[in-house]
């Protein structure tokens, strides 16, 4: 089977195997993960619309994933569009281009089923005992750990609160509730953080923006009762790269990190006021990312900070995890999706 995640910054592809393993209670063994920067989102922000050359990095990237997923003799493929296919003037002609270049038909996925594939990819490959070890901290009674994933994009940010229950002997998930707003790295840098690097101005006018955001998000979804976040995506993982002094990307020291706010408020605000020609000479850093992740820097750093606030700073931990919504189409594809991912 065949996954497809596309965002506003990148296009993914997960090529795996349904399997049933007793020992690890994977439901999937990972055959192909790859990644490509198009940039769907360029401009979307300003004109409300795919420019020509993002709809053809795209369908070039297309392509090429057929030619992958035709190797691996792939009998089923679902491909996922969110945040900035929703809305867009031309839609239409993004759907036909895909399915002219994969023979299938792109979903426009709601905000609440990009919630619950997000939730359930992102704790997919996540030890039990990592989790139940806050529960433990956090001494609550039932063994259940209230977690936040959030899926921080190029166009949108979800924020995604869950249950998960470990009283019946097994991993129980149950979703809180969700909510999207339209803050991303590739929007924001777009609309508030154009100069290099930015300017004491832009940031202001952006961090107002999104503690206004973050403080309506807190009222929505009570960031309070939060014992952990979760982080997904490449904004977050890039971070974590650089909190953890990496030399290159390492997706296995990346995966499950635990890391402490201060730690990642310091990284986040050296890579936002780093340009993007240093960002760029990063050994972890992928190339298509370096001029906007100073704007996911500043978009993590002001969520950390809301969460913790509200918390009392009593915030237990955040979580970086590899898996995300990928895994989640992935795992639909075979039943519900509480299961596992094990690396091949």
Not at 273 to 281: C, L
Not at 313 to 341: C, F, K
Request: aromatic share 4%.
């Amino acid at each position: 089977m065949a996954a497809i995640d596309c965002g506003t910054n990148s296009l993914r592809l997960l090529v795996a195997r349904p399997v049933a393993d007793p020992d690890t209670g994977a439901k999937l063994v990972e055959l192909h993960r790859e990644m490509q920067v198009v940039r769907l989102g360029e401009g979307v922000d300003q004109s409300g619309e795919f420019a020509p050359q993002a709809l053809e990095r795209t369908f070039a990237t297309c392509r090429d994933y057929a030619e992958v997923i035709e190797h691996h003799r792939a009998e089923t493929v679902r491909f996922v569009a969110t945040s900035a296919s929703r809305d867009v003037s031309n839609r239409d002609a993004f759907i036909a281009g895909v399915r002219q270049a994969l023979n299938v038909t792109p979903e426009v996925v709601s905000g609440a089923e990009e919630a619950h594939l997000t939730f359930s990819g992102a704790l997919s490959a996540l030890d039990d005992a990592q989790l139940q070890a806050i529960a433990v901290e956090r001494e609550n009674p039932d063994q259940s750990v209230r977690v936040m994933v959030v899926d921080l994009g190029g166009g949108s940010t979800e924020c995604v609160v869950g249950e998960v229950g470990f009283a019946s002997g097994h991993r129980e998930i149950t979703l809180v509730g969700s909510v999207s707003e339209n803050i991303g790295c590739v929007r924001f840098t777009e609309r508030y953080l154009r100069s290099d690097p930015p300017t004491a101005e832009e940031i202001a006018v952006a961090d107002r923006e999104l503690n206004e955001v973050f403080t309506r998000v807190h009222e929505e979804l009570d960031f309070s009762t939060i014992d952990a976040v979760i982080g997904v995506a490449g904004t977050v993982t890039t971070l974590t790269a650089a909190a953890l002094g990496l030399k290159e990307y390492d997706a296995d020291a990346i995966h499950g990190a635990q890391l402490d706010r201060e730690t990642l408020k310091a990284t986040a605000a050296t890579l936002l006021h780093s340009t993007r020609a240093e960002r760029a000479n990063l050994g972890f850093m992928h190339p298509g990312r370096a001029d906007v992740i100073g704007a996911g820097a500043l978009i993590w750093s002001t969520l950390l900070q809301t969460v913790h606030d509200a918390t009392g700073g009593e915030l237990a931990a955040i979580i970086t995890s590899e898996h995300d919504i990928l895994d989640g189409i992935a795992l639909s594809l075979i039943g519900p999706n509480d299961s596992r991912v094990q690396d091949s």
